[in-house]
């Protein structure tokens, strides 16, 4: 793919994200997808992203920005959410909080093959 070619496929895997269209994921990320080091394979980052919209109830990933020279791909994800319980070990109930992710993919055959991401945590914790 090219650069524009893998662009347009990354907005598309968001697009599956937000519509939780969890049959579909398989044509977005590899069988064998490892996210910050961790083996998780398909089923594991489908189950770990299931969880987050079930933490997260309107949790929406919104691109702020979109950097793609393949085979890899850059994103700053913006959030703007109201996350259940505890979050990333935080007490926020409920309460509305906006952060960023950056996220790095690999993409190996048209698929998420490896995921490198850092949230913003210091961000939340300003608005606590």
Not at 6 to 15: S, V
Not at 70 to 84: I, M, Q
Request: aromatic share 10%; charged share 20%; glycine share 8%.
């Amino acid at each position: 793919m090219t650069g524009p070619e893998l662009a347009n496929h990354y907005r598309a895997y968001i697009a599956c994200l937000n519509a939780q269209a969890w049959p579909q994921l398989g044509n977005f990320v590899h069988e064998h997808v490892v996210h910050n080091g961790r083996q998780l394979g398909l089923s594991g980052y489908r189950d770990m992203l299931i969880g987050n919209f079930a933490d997260i109830p309107d949790l929406r990933f919104d691109i702020g920005l979109l950097l793609s020279d393949p085979p890899l791909v850059a994103s700053r994800l913006e959030f703007d959410c109201r996350p259940r319980g505890a979050f990333l070990g935080l007490a926020i109930n409920g309460r509305r909080v906006s952060f960023t992710e950056n996220v790095f993919y690999e993409f190996r055959n048209g698929r998420i093959a490896e995921v490198w991401s850092v949230i913003d945590k210091t961000a939340i914790e300003a608005q606590l």
